[in-house]
């Protein structure tokens, strides 16, 4: 490998390492399946380890075909490891693009979103709904993805939803302005369907870069398909919501979504316990 390659890959897998990803694989030239694992990074000291609960279950790295999007740093719970990025742009043997630092802004960010037309969401859209808030927040809140209200107006969780999210930021004493809100996906799945694989992996890489770029103490994933996406989790919701995860050097903590509540009332009183949680882990925490 000559050194200007050897120079690239290190600095990807640096990169990576920053988020908390040690493992990846590798797409087999002209199929659709991933193929092989490459071997992990050289050193493994950051990597976080599974909880002594969770030891004797099968090792998250075994180079089989993984299902979901991306796992980073989950401890305590038994997860696939798969890349972080679109397929494409980690198969590491085609010419990767330049490493984007961890220090980039949200605004670099969004520039290079540009007039998105990587996933098929595109043709439907009206806006690209990109996320909001204080790009320095101790705490990022990540949806599914847009519906109609968002799409209209290019902001998240503006609609019913949001309206409820904003009720229970403000009985946890949290200003909407002070967080930050994001989507797995950023344009508005046509009808509200779930976004779909293609459409999480051309979208999420974003996802990520938003999340590294603010450094939030603490993610909360609304609803399974953010916990999947962002934590590789593949347990029912119902069991892991309220739960704290390690991500890295922050904590992750999954929520049902306000729209799960809104269509079941009762589940409120759960939603609200765990945004009490997240109040009480940002006091106890900073
Ligand atoms: N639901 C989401 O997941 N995200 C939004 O922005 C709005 C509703």
Redesign the pocket.
């Known amino acids: 490998m000559d050194n200007r390659l050897k120079q690239e890959l290190t600095a990807w897998l640096e990169f990576y390492r920053e988020l908390g990803i040690e493992d990846f694989y590798r797409r087999k030239p002209g199929s659709g399946g991933i193929h092989s694992a490459t071997a992990p990074m050289t050193s493994t000291a950051a990597a976080p380890r599974p909880a002594a609960s969770e030891a004797a279950k099968p090792a998250p790295s075994a180079p089989t075909p993984a299902p979901t999007i991306m796992a980073a740093a989950v401890t305590n719970v038994p997860v696939t490891l798969v890349p972080p990025t679109s397929a494409q742009a980690l198969n590491l043997f085609e010419a990767p693009p330049p490493p984007r630092r961890a220090t980039e802004t949200l605004e670099e960010i969004r520039t290079d979103l540009g007039d998105c037309q990587r996933c098929k969401l595109a043709k439907t859209r009206k806006h690209i709904?990109f996320g909001e808030g204080n790009p320095h927040a101790a705490v990022v809140f990540i949806?599914?993805?847009?519906?109609a209200?968002?799409d209209e107006q290019g902001?998240?969780?503006?609609?019913r939803?949001?309206q409820l999210l904003n009720r229970m930021l403000q009985a946890v004493g949290l200003k909407r302005e002070e967080v930050y809100?994001?989507?797995?996906v950023k344009c508005r799945p046509p009808g509200n369907r779930p976004p779909e694989k293609d459409e999480v992996e051309a979208c999420s890489p974003f996802l990520f870069r938003q999340v590294a770029a603010i450094k939030p103490r603490l993610i909360c994933c609304?609803?399974a398909?953010?916990m999947r996406t962002v934590l590789g989790v593949k347990e029912g919701i119902t069991r892991v919501r309220g739960r704290f995860f390690d991500y890295g050097d922050a904590k992750a903590i999954v929520a049902f979504?306000?729209?799960y509540v809104l269509r079941n009332p009762r589940e409120e009183k759960i939603l609200r316990e765990d945004f009490e949680k997240i109040r009480d882990f940002l006091k106890t925490s900073g």
């Open positions: 709904v949806g599914e993805g847009p519906g209200d968002e902001r998240p969780f503006v609609g939803a949001g809100i994001c989507n797995v609304l609803g398909p953010a979504h306000p729209a």
